[in-house]
């Protein structure tokens, strides 16, 4: 008797197991979409004109030597900001919104 018992224990302890290794895996696959659709909706923020230009308006500012209003200075300030452009490879409508 306590045989079929013990048996039977093992048997409910097996099932149970068994299942708990199949519930993750359901579990897993959901959150593996999740994270793609996150990753996803991340990579179309990235290459949104917004986030570009945020991008490389911050790089530029902080590189770009000041504009001033002496015509001699004025030309290395633009061939900086040429210098600056294709070092960063800022897209061509992106240009004149940064020289602002």
Do not use: H, T, W
């Amino acid at each position: 008797m306590e045989r079929q018992k013990r048996e039977q224990r093992e048997e409910e302890e097996r099932q149970c197991q068994q299942f708990l290794e199949a519930e993750p895996i359901p579990v897993m696959r959901e959150e593996l979409a999740r994270m793609r659709e996150r990753d996803k909706i991340e990579d179309e923020r990235k290459d949104s004109p917004v986030a570009k230009s945020k991008l490389f308006g911050d790089a530029v500012r902080a590189s770009a030597i000041r504009m001033v209003f002496d015509a001699i200075e004025i030309v290395a300030f633009f061939k900086n900001c040429e210098q600056l452009f294709g070092v960063y490879g800022v897209l061509d409508s992106l240009k004149a919104i940064l020289i602002r």
